[in-house]
């Protein structure tokens, strides 16, 4: 493995899960800003999108749908938004359904990209996710883990649909809703989830207020 000097061990505490929630997708002794430093500075010029999930995944989930909520605040690309949604599509229902593996389908899986955005992208989210890090410790939160787990994979899977539909800039919102609150769950924060339940809010008011000047365009040229 290629070793950053940016990635040395630190004292921070770590997001290991508070409560006893056995079947959690969501425990892990390591900082998730560490492992997803260790996920993009493996060695390789492109990384596929399947060894990027089969890295990832035997983490738990949280990493992985963190990364790629990061992934689509931080790419601006036209046309990103569908590649970068399907596999939180995915990765929703793979939470619903309590699974310890993702299956993604063979054409996106074998997507590949440049590894050295997703390292770009990992170290200009990394100083603002260690300060996250540092805030987020086990706090208001309410027990039967395993329900709260499902619904996150709903919320997961709820907005990943909305950053796929091809809306300019559509994808900020849903994707900053899924990093607070991938943020909340692994740590057990109830205070980050509610400030991503707050962002996933704004997102559907965005979509609803979008969908609605749509509808009054097309009836004002349909009555003209």
């Not at 389908?105 to 996250?132: H, Q, Y």
């Amino acid at each position: 493995m290629i070793v950053s000097p940016l990635d040395a061990p630190s004292p921070e505490p770590s997001f290991e899960t508070a409560g006893t929630e056995e079947s959690s997708v969501f425990t892990h002794p390591k900082p998730l800003s560490a492992v997803l430093m260790e996920a993009a500075t493996q060695p390789g010029e492109r990384i596929t999108l399947g060894e990027l999930v089969a890295s990832l995944s035997s983490r738990g989930f949280a990493p992985l749908i963190l990364l790629m909520g990061i992934l689509n605040v931080v790419t601006i690309i036209p046309g990103s938004s569908t590649v970068m949604g399907l596999p939180l599509v995915f990765m929703g229902i793979a939470v619903i359904l309590n699974s310890r593996r993702l299956w993604l389908p063979s054409r996106l899986s074998e997507k590949s990209f440049d590894r050295a955005l997703l390292l770009r992208a990992v170290l200009k989210a990394r100083p603002w996710l260690e300060r996250i890090e540092r805030l987020a410790r086990p706090r208001f939160w309410p027990k039967g883990g395993w329900i709260l787990d499902r619904a996150y994979g709903i919320i997961v899977l709820c907005f990943a649909l909305m950053i796929t539909l091809p809306i300019a800039f559509g994808n900020t919102m849903p994707a900053i809703s899924i990093i607070l609150l991938s943020l909340g769950f692994a740590a057990r924060d109830g205070l980050w989830v509610a400030g991503g339940l707050v962002a996933g809010s704004v997102a559907v008011g965005i979509l609803m207020g979008l969908a609605a000047a749509v509808a009054f365009a097309g009836t004002s040229l349909l009555g003209g």
